[in-house]
């Protein structure tokens, strides 16, 4: 996300939740630790935006890939992730902290997956449409 003393935020960095498409949180988010990379470089405490590459690396990426695996279950299993929010709509109230930057992603995908390995005949069921017990 770095090249030479440009760095790459945001929209133009490709930070757009994978999940909901959401990317504000991310813009501000990118722009907040490209400007503490600048300053670090300004003040002469570093000389390289290392911090920034480190942060997209290890922090970012790592989000993007459990938002990612998550979206893969909601639009893969639009029946199966329907069933498990109606059931639980605190999975929804979960996601708007991972929004506001209060819980991690990569947290909230596991806790989302705990969920479902949990009850898996419900999943099961939910993936079914209800045809388990005979419904058509």
Wanted: aromatic letters at 12%.
């Amino acid at each position: 996300m770095t090249k030479g003393r440009v760095l790459a935020v945001g929209d133009v960095a490709h930070m757009v939740d994978p999940f909901l498409g959401e990317g504000i949180y991310f813009a501000i988010k990118s722009a907040q630790v490209a400007a503490e990379a600048v300053d670090g470089c300004l003040s002469k405490k570093t000389n390289t935006l290392a911090h920034y590459t480190d942060w997209v690396r290890n922090d970012i990426a790592r989000e993007f890939i459990a938002l990612e695996k998550l979206s893969k279950l909601i639009y893969n299993y639009p029946r199966l992730w329907f069933g498990l929010i109606e059931r639980n709509p605190d999975i929804m109230l979960r996601y708007f902290d991972v929004i506001r930057g209060v819980t991690r992603a990569e947290d909230f995908h596991k806790w989302v997956f705990l969920q479902v390995k949990k009850k898996p005949w419900k999943v099961l069921r939910g993936l079914m449409g209800g045809r388990a017990k005979g419904q058509k």
